[in-house]
């Protein structure tokens, strides 16, 4: 075999390497922009409000949760849509073949889009509403036999502060009560430490449910970016769970656990 068959050759199987190591590449980075929002820096907002079933009420029923917010009731910012390059819409277009609308680049839902106007088992809808503390999650029914609330959403975040996420405007449920009332405590837990923070909010409960003994779960956990993530370090908690049998404007302790 001569030089130059050699050289062919060689050539031809640099060439091979280069195209499969670069569809690789190309592949990684699609799989990538379009991962799952659960593995993005991301919050997941959880409201289960259990022991209305069945009650019978009259008129419009109201409850009125905390919302993810900062402390001074800004919500958390979301990634914009990013054009892709040329090239890159050149590849999405003749080789993955990708719906024209996805070409634009993702697009996430922010804490209005995702929380606002949406309709649940029983007639309840939710509004997001402006009280005298900022704003606050409804949800509402004029059916007269009630059921309970299941709510669930995923927001992705643009940035998160895992350790003091109070007072870094990270999301918390809002609104604080006190400030005053913040108490840390730190826990080993395994390898991580652990810091539970205690603090006042609030929750609206209709005058029409006549004082019977209703359950609210309502969480925030709130998670980095999962090539980031060992464990549980860099997420943190944010819970509020009551049973009342009050009705109108109760103030409620919710905690924080943060892991680092």
């Given at each position: 075999?001569?030089?130059t ?20 590449y190309i592949?990684e980075?699609?799989l990538?922009?379009?991962r799952?929002?659960e593995?993005?820096?991301?919050y997941k907002y959880t409201?289960?409000?259990s022991?209305l079933s069945?009650t019978?009420?009259?008129?419009t029923t109201?409850i009125?949760v905390p ?12 990634p914009s849509?990013?054009?892709?390059s040329?090239f890159?819409?050149l ?14 680049g993702i ?6 889009e995702s ?8 007639n309840?809808a939710?509004?997001i509403v402006?009280?005298?503390?900022g704003p ?12 309970d609330?299941?709510?669930?959403k995923?927001v992705?975040?643009?940035?998160m502060?895992?350790e ?6 990270s999301p ?7 400030e005053?009332s913040?108490?840390?405590e730190d ?7 652990s810091?539970?923070i205690?603090y006042?909010?609030?929750i609206e ?8 003994a209703i359950k609210s779960?309502i969480?925030l ?6 090539t980031?993530r060992?464990?549980n ?5 944010n819970?509020?769970?009551v049973?009342v049998?009050?009705?109108?404007e109760?103030k409620k302790?919710?905690t924080?656990?943060t892991?680092?």
């Amino acid at each position: 075999m001569d030089e130059t068959v050699k050289k062919i050759i060689t050539y031809f199987f640099l060439m091979l390497l280069l195209i499969v190591l670069s569809g690789l590449y190309i592949v990684e980075m699609n799989l990538r922009d379009w991962r799952a929002d659960e593995l993005r820096p991301h919050y997941k907002y959880t409201v289960k409000i259990s022991g209305l079933s069945g009650t019978e009420v009259l008129g419009t029923t109201k409850i009125l949760v905390p919302i993810p917010a900062t402390k001074e009731g800004v919500f958390a910012t979301t990634p914009s849509q990013e054009e892709p390059s040329f090239f890159k819409s050149l590849l999405q277009e003749h080789v993955f073949h990708t719906p024209e609308k996805y070409i634009r680049g993702i697009y996430f839902e922010n804490t209005t889009e995702s929380l606002d106007n949406k309709s649940l088992n029983g007639n309840w809808a939710t509004s997001i509403v402006n009280t005298k503390y900022g704003p606050m999650l409804e949800f509402r029914t004029n059916e007269s036999v009630l059921a309970d609330i299941s709510f669930s959403k995923i927001v992705v975040l643009e940035q998160m502060d895992n350790e003091d996420p109070i007072n870094e405007n990270s999301p918390i449920l809002y609104p604080i009560a006190s400030e005053v009332s913040l108490v840390g405590e730190d826990y080993q837990y395994f390898r991580l430490m652990s810091r539970v923070i205690t603090y006042e909010t609030y929750i609206e409960m209709s005058d029409n449910i006549n004082s019977k003994a209703i359950k609210s779960d309502i969480s925030l956990e709130v998670y980095p970016d999962v090539t980031e993530r060992d464990g549980n370090k860099g997420t943190y908690k944010n819970k509020l769970g009551v049973i009342v049998a009050e009705s109108g404007e109760l103030k409620k302790n919710a905690t924080i656990e943060t892991y680092f």
